[in-house]
């Protein structure tokens, strides 16, 4: 099944960033991601489904507590997604702030990556 760039970039924020369940994460980056997918942010560059969910894994151990929202619509252009996001605690959703950049091929998700603010 092919999805549209924009509801690519809130199911990746939403459904896989924020989901806290593993196996419902998996299957959704299943779902969203090429198999050869590559998340590129600043503490590395992570290749495949699995290197990309230990990498959530990782995130969410680091900042328990912490949920992403969207900042603003999704901007696209031929094929490349462009959306801002918070992250934070429920007190302050925007503690920290960036854009994700995803590249999409067939319906999914090829490459992300974060920039953060």
Known sequence: MEFS???LMKRNLLAV???RDSVARM???ETIWLPEGIFVD???RHVGLDAIHRRV???Q???PG???VERGPVDVMHGIGRLAWGYGPDD???AVTGIDIAVTRDGKILELYVFID
């Open 5 to 7: 760039v924009n509801e």
């Open 17 to 19: 960033f924020s989901e």
């Open 27 to 29: 299957k959704e980056l």
């Open 42 to 44: 600043p503490d590395g």
């Open 57 to 59: 894994n990782e995130l």
């Open 61 to 63: 151990a680091r900042f």
């Open 66 to 68: 912490f949920d992403f």
């Open 92 to 94: 302050n959703r925007t």
